[in-house]
């Protein structure tokens, strides 16, 4: 099933976790149509902005998905609202401002970026229509636990 003209169910289901694991995460369809939102709103014009593809590693997860990859219980990712996602060849950074600056979001948040590695990290992005707050963060590893910063520092 195609969500947009460049965007399909199947890429923003893939779970490697899910594979690796014998687990089911096949959305319903209210997290579908959010997918289908997330991709209309955010994805697809990113992708057509940059005239390449967007690789998602991360989009639905099912909760038992989720809980396995030690995601939080509250994760836009459950409910179909969420991608983690890179564009090969473009900075992450540059990325989640270019989101942050041209579109309405929920979150974006600059995931494990190293300043002077370009395609280190990812960047998440989340998109709930009843809460287009567009908070900007940045998530880093300080003694061995993720923090989030406001903004994003890169």
């Not at 989640?96 to 190293?114: C, D, G, P």
Request: net charge neutral; aromatic share 8%; proline share 5%.
């Amino acid at each position: 099933m195609q969500l947009t003209n460049n965007f399909s169910l199947t890429e923003m289901v893939k779970s490697e976790t899910a594979l690796r694991h014998d687990m089911d995460n096949t959305p319903g369809e209210s997290e579908i149509e959010s997918l289908k939102i997330l991709c209309k709103q955010v994805l697809q014009p990113v992708r057509e902005h940059y005239g390449k593809g967007v690789k998602v590693n991360s989009g639905y997860r099912h909760p038992d998905v989720n809980a396995k990859v030690g995601g939080s219980k509250t994760s836009d990712h459950c409910k179909g609202q969420a991608a983690d996602i890179e564009i090969p060849g473009v900075p992450n950074a540059e990325l989640a401002e270019y989101i942050a600056k041209n579109f309405s979001f929920t979150q974006v948040i600059l995931e494990f970026y190293t300043r002077g590695i370009p395609d280190s990290g990812w960047v998440h992005v989340s998109y709930d229509p009843a809460n287009l707050k567009k908070q900007t963060l940045t998530a880093v590893k300080q003694d061995g636990k993720t923090v989030y910063l406001p903004g994003l520092v890169s």
